[in-house]
Nanobody, 120 residues
Framework: QVQLVESGGGLVQPGGSLRLSCAAS????????MSWVRQAPGKGLEWVSD????????YYADSVKGRFTISRDNAKNTLYLKMNSLKPEDTAVYYC?????????????WGQGTQVTVSS
């Protein structure tokens, strides 16, 4: 049974930083690409970042490039998203998602999400 559990969200001031984690279980984590996707209030899903199975290739949406860093620890079955220089427009529920294979692309499982609020 695939499980993805996000954590690390919370309230942060503009310009601040936050680190999200996604604990994965129920599959061979090191064999699959992973993604972060977010949903702002009243908006649709927005892709944020991808990482390949080995962690050597990463991809970012233009809106977060240079500010966010995706990484993974395959020994711990954990995906991370380090968010720096946060802006109010980063406010959203952040979801981690499992890819169908080792390279980024389609996703087949999603976590429940963790709320990130950027506000003064």
């Amino acid at each position: 049974q695939v499980q993805l559990v996000e954590s690390g969200g919370g309230l942060v001031q503009p310009g601040g930083s936050l680190r999200l984690s996604c604990a994965a279980s129920g599959f061979t984590f090191s064999s699959y690409a992973m993604s972060w996707v977010r949903q702002a209030p009243g908006k649709g899903l927005e892709w944020v970042s991808d990482i390949n199975s080995g962690g050597g290739s990463t991809y970012y949406a233009d809106s977060v490039k240079g500010r966010f860093t995706i990484s993974r620890d395959n020994a711990k079955n954990t995906l991370y998203l380090k968010m720096n220089s946060l802006k109010p427009e980063d406010t959203a529920v952040y979801y981690c998602a499992k890819g169908l294979g080792p390279l980024p692309g389609e996703r087949d499982y999603w976590g429940q999400g963790t709320q990130v609020t950027v506000s003064s």
